[in-house]
C-alpha cells in the first residue's frame, strides 16, 4: 500500500457514517456492544487484529512469540504510542487491562484469565508477558478489541470504572479523538494528530449518526448524507436497491472474526424436544433458503453445520437437513408423538422487521408440522430474560464465533455451561459428555492437526443430535460511495481502526 | 323630518313562518301596529306569545332561517325589510337601539363597560377617541352608574344586575336614537331595582322624546308606564289600544282572562282561619338556625363567607300557610333547603314535632323525609326527562317501602285530584305544558302523605293565567289536607294571596313578620316598606276591573 | 323514533354507518371470503395490485394476501377500539360518578387520581404498559383502556356536577331515594348521551392507538391487525408503497366512520343544535 | 397571585410525587431485570457479572427502599444515574430536553395558529363550500394515523421532491452559526412540526368552530349586533376572543399528549429529543432513565398548564376572584 499508491492518496473530508442503535457509551472496556465498538473501534485499539483469514496480525503489539510448550506468550509493543491526553501507551496499560479492568468489567476476559491465565507481566515499557496454566489453543484469537479491550491505567487505576468522570470523553490510542456526542443525533470524531502511525490517519472528520428509523437510513445513503452503511444499517431488500445506485460499492468481507451464525434453540428440557427425531423434523420443516433469500434478500447463506463456514476448523462433510416438509411429516409420524398436544411458544428476534417476518414464516411451518405455536412478543430486553432465564420453547439466537470455536461455539454446548442470566451460554440444556470431551480437547491442544481432527468429530456428532438447528450464516454487507477506499482490510471490518482509510476527491 | 302625525316607526302585516316541526305555524302573523315619537308601547302577552321575535325583526336580528314577510315595516319611510344589510346596521344602535332581557349575558365578559359603551360610538362613524371617552362618562352618569370614572374600567361580572342593565341602557343611548325597543329589561331584576330601572327608562323617554317598544308579561309595570299597549296571544294582536283601555276596560276574552289572573289584594284569606283550625302544637319549629356558606377553602386563600340564614327562628302549624319573601339571595332558598335537609346547618335547631331533626345524619333522616315535601321552582327541571309520570310518581311510595300496586293506585288517584287525565301515567314530562307539570310536581310531593310541604317559587315560572291555577290548586289542597306549609316567593302580591303569615327576609335575616294586612298596609321595618313600594302597577286594581267585567256581563 | 329520523338526516351519519356496516361485515364474513389462515403465504411475494386477479390488494413480501390481512385485521381492531373504550366508559363512569355526586373530600380524592393519569402523555403510557406486560391482546385492550378512562370521568363527573344541583334529583332525594340509586336511575340515564359521544369517538382514538403501537411493534403478534400491517410495511414504503397503503386507508375509514357517526350522534343529541339544522 | 401560586405548586408537587411513584412501582412490575440484559448486552453475563450490577445498580434492596432512595433524590435534584449510558440521568434528560420543547412548541404554535385560522373561517362561514371543505380535511386528519403521514410526507416532500430534508434536527457537522443555524434548524423542523400538529389542527378546528358557533348565538353577540357593530368586527372582538379561552386551555391540557405524538415524530425523523430517549430507555430497561422522562415530561405539563392558568387570568377578567 505504500510507494507508488500513497502518492494518490488524498487527505482531509469527512466521513459520514450510521451508528444505529445509537450505543449508550463508548467505553469499550465497560461495553462491547456492536455500535459501540463500531465508534470505539476509532478511538481504543487492542494488541492484535486477525487477517481475513483469521490469521493474527499486529495492531498494539508489533510482534509476539509463543513458546515451544504453548504457556508463555510474550507480546513487543509499538513505540512512541499515546494516548489521546498526551500520557505514553506501556506495558502496564495491558497489565491494568489484564489483571484489573477486564477482570472487573469484561464478561469474557473473564473466563479466559480464570481458567487459563496465571500471571501477566511487564518486565519492561514495551514488553508484556502472559503465563498459561495449561495450553489453550485460541488464546491468540482473543486480542482484538471486542475480546481485549485496553484502557488508559493513568486514568482508571484505582477508581470505580463505571462512574469515572472520563467516561464521557473517551481517552484512546486509536487514529480519531472524541470531540462530541449530540446524544439522539450524532458522534463527532477529528482526527488524531499525534497518531502513532507517521501521517495517518488520512480523513479530517468521522460522523456517526443517529437514525432510528431503517428507512431513513436508506434514504440518508442515497442522498448521500452519509456514504457508508453497515451490515444491518438498512433492511435485506433495500440493500439490493442501493447496491445498483451508481458509484456505489459493496463488500461482505471484514466480518470472518465474528462470522455470525444464526440458528433456532429448541429448549431440550420440554419433553417433545428431547425427541431428536421431533427436532430433526422442524430441521426438515424450515425452508432456509427461502428464508435467505425471501425474507433476507439474501443477506445471508444456509449453515451447513454448528460451524459457520468462515469459521477455523469449518467442516461441510456433515449430515445435512434439506427442506423436505414431507420426510418431516413422515418422521413426526414415525416418532409416534402427537404434536398437538405439545403447544409451543416461539421466542422470536426483536431485531426489526426482517426478524419477524422470519418469525410469522416459521411459525407458519411449524403449524404446517402439526404444532400449536404462539409467538412469544418480547423487546430487547424481555428477549434477554426469556434465554438467560431458560424461560422459553423454541428460541431464535445468534452467536458470535469470535474467530475460534473454542472463544465462540463450544460454549453453547458444554454441559457445564448452563448458567442463568446470559443468553450466549447453553441454554438449550444440551448434554452430551463425548461432545464436552472433545471441545476441552480440542482447545488445550497444542498442534492444530489433532485440535482439527477433534473439531471435525465434534461437527460429525452434532449433526448427527441436532441440539440447536443452525439456520444461516449472517451476511453483512457494507454499502459505501466508491470514493471512500479500503472500508474494510481486515477480519474485523469496519471496527478496524480506519488510518488507511482515505477519500477520493 | 316628518309630520308630527305621522308613525314614527309602523308594522303592516308583519309575519313570520316557523320551520317545520314546531308547535304552529307562524311565529308571528298579520302584526299591524304603530309607534309614534314620545310614546311607550307595551307589548304583553304570556311566553311563546310572539313578542321578543316582533321586536328582532324590528332590529333585524332574526336567525337567518326564519324570514319576516308582509308589508313592511316602515321607519322614517324606509322599510326595513327590504333594507340593505349594512344601511340597516348603520340604523342599529344609531337610529333604533335595544335592551335585552339578561342583563349579565347581554355584557361581553372579557371588555370592561366603558369599552362597550364606547364601541357603539366608534362603529358609527365617531372617530374622536376622547370625545367618545367623554360622552362614555356622561351617559354613565346619566344612567346613574356610581363613579364612572372607576367603573368604565370594570369588567361586567363586577357589577350588580341593576347595574349591569343600566349599562346596556347607557349603551342603547349613546347616539340618542329615535326609538328603544326594550324586551323585559326588567324580568330579571329584583322589584326594588326593577322600580329603578323603569323610572329611569320613563325618565330618558320623557326627555329625548323618544319611543319606546316594551315588551312585557307584567300588567303591573304595563300599567306603570304604557301610554299605550298591545296584547299578543299565539303570534296574533288580541287588543290594541291607550293603556286606559286595554287596562282599564278589556274587550277581548283573552285580555280579560289576562287580567283576572293577575295576583292582587283583597284575596287574602282570613285572618286567624288557620289557627282555628290548626293544631296548637307545632309542627315545625326553627330556632335561632344559621347556615353560613363558605367558598372552598384553598390552602392559601381566604374563603368567601356568605352568612345566608342568620338566627331565623320560626313556627309552623298545622293548616298554617308560612309566605317567605325577600329579595334575591336574601336566603330564602337557603331557608328551605335547611328544612329539607338538604343542606347542613351550621348551627340552631329544627324541630319537628318537637323533634330535633338538625343533628340527624342524611341515613338516619331518610326515613322522616317522606314527612317533608318540597314542590320545586322549574317545572321544567324537576321532573327527569326520562322517566314517564307513573315512575316519577311511584318512586317515592317505593323508596319508602311502599308495594308496587298500592303506589299506582295513589298515584292515579292523585293525579285526578290535580287535575290530569289517568292516560298521564305512562306519559313522558316533555309531553305536558308548564301547568301541567307544576301539577305533577304538586302529586309527586304529596304521594308520600307528608306533614309540611315547601313550595320555593313554586309559580314563578309560570305565565299569570296559569300560576293562578295552581295557586288555587294548592290553596284547595292544603285546606283540605291541613298541611303546614311554606311558600317561598320574591312576589309579595303572590304571597299575600296564599299565606296566612308572611316573613321577610333580608340578608339572612328575617327583619318582619306578620299576617299580610299588616305586612301590606301597616309595615313596620324600613325594608319591608320600600320592598312594597317597588310593587308595580299599585295604582291599578285589577280586582275592581275584573268586578266590573263581571257587573257588565250581569 | 324521532332519534333515528333525526339521525336519518344527517348525511354524514349515515355515511359513517354505512362504512362501519361493510367493515363489521368484513370482519365477520372474514373466515368465509378468505377461508384459512391470513398468515399463510399463498402467492408469490410483492405481487402488485391487480397484478393477480385473485390478490386483487397484491400480496406482502412473505406472499400473503394483503386483503385477506384486512379483512382479518379489521375484526381486531374493532374489537381492540370497543373492548378498550367499554373499560374505559365503565371506569370513567365509575370514578367520574362518584366524584361528581359525592362531592367533597372524594371528589378531590378521584380527581387528583385522574390527574395523575392525565399529566403522563397517554401514548408513552401506553407504549410501556404494554412493553412491560408484553403485547397481547388483552395487554393492549387493557392499556388502551387505562389511558383513556381520564377524559370519560372527567365528563361524567362535569355531567353529575351540574345534574346533581338539578331540580328533578333533588326531588328524588326528597322523596327518599338512596345515593346509590339517585346515580343509577336518575343522573345516569340523563348522562348517557354524551358519554355515548365519547365513547363513540374513543373507539376511533383507540384504533389509531392500536395501530400506533403496532407500528411501534407493540402489537400482539399472533392476530393480524391493521396497524402490524403498517407497521410490517413501512420499510418497504418505497418499494411496496400498497402494503402500507390499504391498512392506512382501511384505519382511516374505520375511523373516519365512527368518528361521523358520533358527530352525527352529537348533533341529534345536542339540544344546542337542534332546529338548526334543516 | 402569590397565594395562588403557592396553591398551586403544592397541588402540583402532590401530583408529580405521586406520578413518580406510580411510575417507579409500576416499572418494578415490569419482567426484565436491567442487570441481566445489561449483562446480556455486554456479551455474556455470569451470574457473579449480574450480582454486581445488580448491588451498584441498588436493585439487591427492598423495593420501599428503592424508592425512597429514589425520591430522596428526586427532592435534591438527583434524578439518579443511567448505569447503561453511564451519564446522570438529569444530564441525559437535559441534553435532550430542547429538541423536543422546540419541536412540541413549534407543533402546538402551529396547529394553534391554523386550527384558529381555520375554525373561524369555517363558523364565519357556517354552511357555505368553504365551511364543508374545512370541516371535511379537518376530519380526514383527525382520522388518519400520525406515523402514516409521516411516512407519506417523507416519501412526498423529502425524496420525490427534494424540498425538505428527511431527518435530523439540522445539518450535522455544517457547522452553521447564528442564522444560518437557525434556519437551518427551523428547514428542518418543517416536516416533524407538520406532521405532528396535523392532528392537532384538526383537532383545534373543530373545536375552535364549535365554539365559535356556541359563542356567536350567545345574548352579548346579539346585543353587539343591535348596537350596529359591523359582522367582522363582532367576530374580531366579541365572539373570537371569547371563543379562544376554551381553546387554549383546551390546548394547554394536550401538551402532555404533544409529547407522547412526539415519540412516533422522533422515531421517523431522527429527532433528537426525549420522546425517542423514552422509548429507548423502555426497551433497554433503562428505567432510571424512564422515569426521568415521565417526571421531567410531568413536570413541563405542570409548567404549561399553570402558565396557561396564569395566562387565563390574566385574559379573563372573572377568574382570579372567585
Ligand atoms: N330562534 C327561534 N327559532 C325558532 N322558533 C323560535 C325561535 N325563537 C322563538 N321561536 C318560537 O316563536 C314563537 C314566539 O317566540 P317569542 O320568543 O317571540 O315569544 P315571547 O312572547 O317573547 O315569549 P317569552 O315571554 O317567553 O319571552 C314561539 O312559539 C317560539 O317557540
Ligand atoms: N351553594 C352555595 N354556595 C355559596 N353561596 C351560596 C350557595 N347558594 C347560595 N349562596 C349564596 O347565599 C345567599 C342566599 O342564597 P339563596 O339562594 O338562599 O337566596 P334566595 O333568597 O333564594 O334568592 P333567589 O330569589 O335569587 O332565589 C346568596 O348570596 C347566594 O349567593
Ligand atoms: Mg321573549
Ligand atoms: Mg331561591
Ligand atoms: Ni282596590
Redesign the pocket.
Known sequence: QDGAASAEITRGGTLNMIVQPEPPMLIVGLNTQGPTLYVAGQIYQSLLTYREDLKPLPQLAKSWTVSEDGLTYTFNLQEGVKWHDGEAFTSKDVVFAAEEFLVDAHPRWRLIREAYVESVTAPDDLTVVFRLKKPFSAFLYGFELSSFPIMPAHLYQGTDYRTNANNTRPIGTGPYKFEDWQRGSYIHLVRNEDYWKEGQPYIDDLYFRVIPDAASRAIAFEQGTVDLLRGGDVEGFTINSLTSLPGVETTTAGWEYFSPQMFLQPNLRLEVFKNKDVRKAVYHALDRDFIVNAIFFGQGKVSTGPFAESMLFHDPNIQQYPYDMELAKKLIADSGVDLSKHPIRLLGLPYGSTWDRMTEYVKQQLEELGFVVSIQAVDAGGWLQAMGNFDFDLAFSFLYQFGHPAQGVSRIYFSDNQVKGTHAGNNGGYENPEVDEMFRKAADAIDEAEAAEAYTKVQQILAEEVPVLWMFDMKNTTIYRDKIRNPVRTAIGLNEPMDEVWIAR | MSTAQAPLLSVDKLTIRLPEGFDRKNAIEDISYDLSAGEILCVVGESGSGKSMTANAIMGLLPGYLKPTGNGIRYRGKNLLTLPEEEKRNLRGRDIAMIFQEPLSALNPLMTVGEQIDEVMLVHGIEDASARSARVLELMEYVGLPDPSTMRHSYPFRLSGGQRQRVVIAMALALEPSILIADEPTTALDVTTQAQILELIKRIQRAKGMGVIFVTHDFGVVADIADRVIVMEKGLVVEQGSADQVLNHPRHPYTQRLIAAVPHRGTERKEGSSTQTGDPAPLLELRNLNKT???KEGLFSKP?I?P??QNISLTLRRGQTLGVV????????????LIMKL?DNDGGQILYQGKDIAPLSQSAFRPMRKKIQMIF?DPFASLNPRQTIGRILTDGPLANGVDKATARGRAEQLLARVGLDKSAYVRYPHEFSGGQRQRIGIARALMLDPDILIA??SVSALDVSVQEQVLRLLREIQEQLKLGMIF?T?DLRIAAQICDQIAV?RQ?EVVEMGPPSQIFDAPQHEYTQRLIAAIPGKEWHPEHVIQNLHEESR | MDFMKRFSLNYGAVIGLLILTLIILMAITAPLLFPGNPWKTVAMPLLRPMQDPSYILGTDMLGRDIAAGIAHGAKVSLLIGVVSTLVAVLIGVTIGALAGFYGGLVDDLLMRFTEFFQIIPAFAMAVVLVAIFSPSFISITLAIAVVSWPSVARLVRAEFLSLRQREFVQAAVVIGQSGPRIILTQILPNAVSPIIVTASLMVATAILTESALSFLGLGDRNTMSWGFMIGAARTMLREAWWMSFFPGLAILLAVLAINLIGEGINDVMNPHLRGRKN | MLNFTLQRTGKAFVVIVAVVVLNFLLIKLAPGDPAAILAGEAGSGDPQYVENLRQQFGLDKPVVVQLWNYLSGVLTGDLGFSYRNQVPVLDLILGRLPATLLLTGAALIFSLITGVLFGVLAARHRGSVLDSVITALALLFYATPLFWIALMSVLLFSINLGWLPPFDMETIGAGYTGWRRVLDIAHHMVLPTVTLGLFYTAVYTRLTRASMLEVMSLDFVKTAHAKGVPNSRIIRRHVLRNAVLPVFTFASMQTGQLVGGAILTETVFAWPGIGRLMFDALMQRDYPVLLGVFLITAMVVVVVNFITDLLYRFVDPRIGIS
Open positions: 356558606y363558605r367558598s368567601r356568605v345566608a340564614v325577600g329579595e334575591s339571595g336574601s336566603g330564602k332558598s337557603t331557608l328551605g333547603r343542606l321552582q320555593d317559587e317561598i320574591h327576609m339572612g
